[in-house]
């Protein structure tokens, strides 16, 4: 993942620096980030997935203006804008913003991070090495759950294909994690997106198949599968 931030004052590019770092830290996220405190030094290497751009830039630039050119040149970044002023939101229906972040709240940061990545969920394809040791794909949009089998895991998909790989459940869900997917119990990972029904004991998949909830699991589980509701259910 590749994340820019656009902002003139360095004592506001220092503190957002900090605060992307540390998110992608304790979330093990791998990122490349880009530092600029002009639009105009931006938009020469505008090559970012997800974009902190400061509103009002010095020397009469505007975010808005920056958020424009992305648009027009066919950009798919997602910029979430940083202001003091919030009342300039009302300005990015012209952009389609992704975010506005009030510079006095900057632990909203945290939330745009978590909201982009699942959102990713729909592109993210990860690789493993199947039991031949041969390096394999996996789009975890067509990715039901990840269960344990013997010393190997299991990746079932949706369209009932399933594939073997090397690695721990452990590692696999701590990697998964931020793309909406849940460590549910010692021996599975499930897909929130393919969760179908939930009950006290259990949850019912896409599929049919149940899964019950772990019991150390449970309040966390249950958090997460209302952010997740609350977030892309329809």
């Known amino acids: 993942m590749q994340i820019g931030i656009v902002e ?10 900090a605060a992307i770092e540390k998110y992608c830290r304790d979330k093990n996220i ?8 002009n639009g105009r030094d931006f938009l020469k290497n505008a090559d970012d ?17 920056i958020a424009e050119k992305l648009m027009n040149c066919g950009s798919q970044c997602k910029i979430c804008f940083l202001t003091s002023h919030t009342e300039l ?8 913003a992704f975010r506005y972040i009030d510079k006095k709240h900057l632990e909203e940061i945290d939330e745009a991070l978590d909201f982009f990545l699942k959102n990713r969920i729909q592109d993210r394809i990860v690789f493993c090495n199947d039991t031949a040791g041969i390096q394999i794909k996996i789009n975890l949009n067509e990715l039901i759950l990840v269960e344990t089998n013997g010393r190997k895991l299991r990746y079932l998909m949706l369209d009932g294909s399933e594939h073997f790989c090397e690695g721990r459940i452990s590692e696999a869900a701590q990697s998964l994690s931020p793309f909406g997917f849940f460590h549910i119990q010692r021996s599975y990972i499930v897909n929130l997106k393919y969760i179908k029904e939930v009950n006290s004991r259990e ?6 198949i149940k899964i019950v909830i772990g019991r150390v699991h449970g309040k966390e589980f249950k958090k997460e599968f209302f952010k997740w509701r609350m977030w892309f259910d329809n």
């Open 30 to 37: 791998v990122f490349k980030m880009h530092v600029y405190s």
């Open 8 to 17: 003139d004052e360095a004592v506001w590019r220092d503190k957002i620096q």
């Open 203 to 208: 949850v019912t998949l896409c599929n049919g």
């Open 49 to 65: 997935d997800l974009l902190f751009l400061d509103i009002e830039l010095a020397e009469g630039e505007d975010g808005f203006e």
């Open 89 to 96: 939101a009302r300005l990015g229906y012209r952009v389609n």
